[in-house]
């Protein structure tokens, strides 16, 4: 004979399944600040829901992550559901949807940034943090992720913190940077704006100008590695090698403090069975300055016809 659960009594592994609660609302001084900055963002577009990307980073700049709070904010403010909210805060990872720490580091662990150190950099962060993937440090310094594609392959293995990036990283390097981190020691980045918090990061994406002075001019562009296909197709020389010095052991290292990661010479180790990407033999014939990748001959806009405008 079976026995049955005791009337009243949910058996095992079924839950009661209580209604969630509205979410409460800002406090009143923190929402009048949030409809204005909410009200510059919404008079950049035609129609007030396009606005949403640029509010969830808004709200996302105020906690730290995209709440309830701040999705019912958003919702309200532009006339949609919560539902419609959801749907696109959980959409896209540059939302965080639980607290996280002051500085996302991020390891690329797609293929190129993998087979060239990606993933020895996001398993050795892990064990000398103590967090796994998407975890925070208990003083909620630094939250580690592994991530896609950064559109960097060329500087690989790469790592982001707070959506800047730190080139051609080692093991090494990456805990040294994540110690500085903690530390609060300064760090810069390889190339691009100096590193502010995640929040102050995210109304920075929001729309709202980087008052730091110098950030903006700081900004850069794309890096002389990235060019180098451009280069070659327009048949210019490519000049010196952007890659950091090895010596014969293939050492390398990590910057002092404060310096640049793409600056100076590496101290740390960095196999020379493990090279940059850069390192690629530059003498095949695609890519031989004696032997350019120039225009089709009798194509719109030869080098014939450039020279003579």
């Known amino acids: 004979m079976t026995s049955t659960p005791a009337q009243g009594t949910p058996s095992q592994g079924v839950g009661l399944g209580m209604p969630e609660l509205p979410a409460p609302d800002y406090p009143q001084d923190v929402?009048?600040?949030?409809?204005?900055?909410?009200?510059?963002?919404?008079?950049?577009?035609?129609?007030?829901?396009?606005?949403?990307?640029?509010?969830?980073?808004l709200v996302q700049s105020e906690e730290g992550h995209v709440t309830r709070t701040g999705m019912r904010f958003c919702a309200e403010t532009l006339d949609l559901?919560?539902?419609?909210?959801?749907?696109?805060?959980?959409?896209?990872?540059?939302?965080?949807?639980?607290?996280?720490?002051?500085?996302?580091?991020?390891?690329?662990?797609?293929?190129?940034?993998?087979?060239?150190?990606?993933?020895?950099?996001?398993?050795?962060?892990?064990?000398?943090?103590?967090?796994?993937?998407?975890?925070?440090t208990p003083d909620g310094k630094v939250t580690l992720e592994h991530?896609?594609?950064?559109?960097?392959?060329?500087?690989?293995?790469?790592?982001?913190?707070?959506?800047e990036f730190f080139d051609n990283m080692t093991p090494a390097a990456a805990r040294q940077l994540v110690d500085d981190l903690i530390e609060g020691r300064p760090v810069t980045p390889t190339r691009g704006a100096p590193l502010c918090t995640f929040k102050e990061t995210a109304r920075i994406l929001a729309g709202f100008p980087d008052e730091r002075p110098g950030?903006?001019?700081?900004?850069?562009?794309?890096?002389?590695?990235?060019?180098?296909?451009?280069?070659?197709?327009?048949?210019?020389?490519?000049?010196?090698?952007v890659v950091h010095p090895r010596d014969a052991a293939g050492q390398g290292g990590e910057p002092s403090h404060g310096a640049s990661w793409?600056?100076?010479?590496?101290?740390?180790?960095?196999?020379?069975?493990?090279?940059?990407?850069?390192?690629?033999p530059s003498t095949t014939s695609a890519s031989d300055p004696a032997h350019p990748a120039g225009p089709v001959a009798g194509s719109a806009g030869s080098a014939e016809e450039e020279e003579g405008e």
Not at 32 to 54: F, K
Not at 147 to 163: H, L, R, Y
Not at 216 to 235: I, M, Q
């Open 31 to 57: 929402r009048a600040r949030l409809e204005t900055d909410a009200r510059e963002i919404i008079a950049r577009y035609p129609d007030s829901r396009s606005a949403l990307l640029p509010m969830l980073h």
């Open 215 to 241: 950030a903006v001019e700081a900004g850069g562009s794309a890096g002389p590695a990235s060019l180098l296909g451009l280069r070659l197709a327009k048949g210019q020389p490519l000049g010196a090698r």
């Open 262 to 280: 793409g600056d100076g010479p590496r101290t740390g180790p960095s196999p020379a069975s493990h090279p940059s990407s850069h390192d690629a």
């Open 147 to 163: 991530i896609e594609c950064n559109a960097a392959c060329d500087f690989a293995p790469v790592v982001m913190v707070n959506w």
């Open 81 to 136: 559901t919560t539902a419609e909210v959801t749907a696109v805060a959980t959409f896209y990872t540059m939302y965080r949807r639980r607290p996280s720490g002051d500085y996302q580091v991020g390891v690329c662990t797609n293929t190129l940034c993998a087979v060239m150190g990606g993933d020895a950099i996001f398993e050795d962060l892990q064990q000398h943090l103590g967090v796994g993937n998407n975890g925070t």
